[in-house]
């Protein structure tokens, strides 16, 4: 036989710990949630341009919310050297040939082709994206610059 004393304790943990009789109402689980929205990709900019051997052209965009950057560059021969850099601020064409540009990424190789480069949480700025033609022949380059977020 449970003493009185006993069933008075384990009723109080009973009580404290929430279980025991009732609708089970409370304020926690009664909170609406609402769902997280899932990202969007905007294009940026896009188009393209001819590039002279040895060359290289460029354009500013700007971003107005912190997200991913992608940044796809194609080109026309598979052989063809083409570098691809992606450069904080609005870089000149002096900063450029100063070595005064701060580039936050980069591309340096000859393939794969096309060329993907993906920078994660990118600020809202103005940035400068760069193309290079190391080939021994003219190209003609398409780029497409999105932002997810």
Not at 83 to 103: K, M, P, R
Not at 126 to 131: D, K, P
Request: glycine letters at 10%; hydrophobic letters at 40%.
């Amino acid at each position: 036989m449970i003493r009185s004393e006993t069933r008075l304790v384990i009723a109080l943990l009973l009580a404290l710990a929430g279980v025991g009789c009732g609708s089970g109402d409370s304020a926690a689980s009664s909170a609406p949630t609402s769902p997280t929205p899932a990202p969007t990709r905007a294009i940026l900019v896009q188009g393209g341009f001819d590039l002279a051997v040895n060359y290289h052209n460029g354009l500013w965009f700007s971003t107005v919310r912190v997200g991913t950057l992608d940044v796809t560059v194609d080109w026309t021969y598979t052989d063809s050297t083409t570098w691809v850099y992606v450069g904080l601020g609005s870089c000149t064409e002096v900063q450029i040939q100063a070595g005064e540009c701060h580039f936050i990424a980069q591309s340096l190789t000859a393939s794969p082709k096309p060329r993907v480069l993906t920078i994660p949480g990118l600020p809202a700025g103005q940035y400068t994206l760069l193309i290079y033609n190391g080939s021994a022949r003219p190209e003609s380059v398409a780029f497409t610059v999105g932002l997810t977020s």
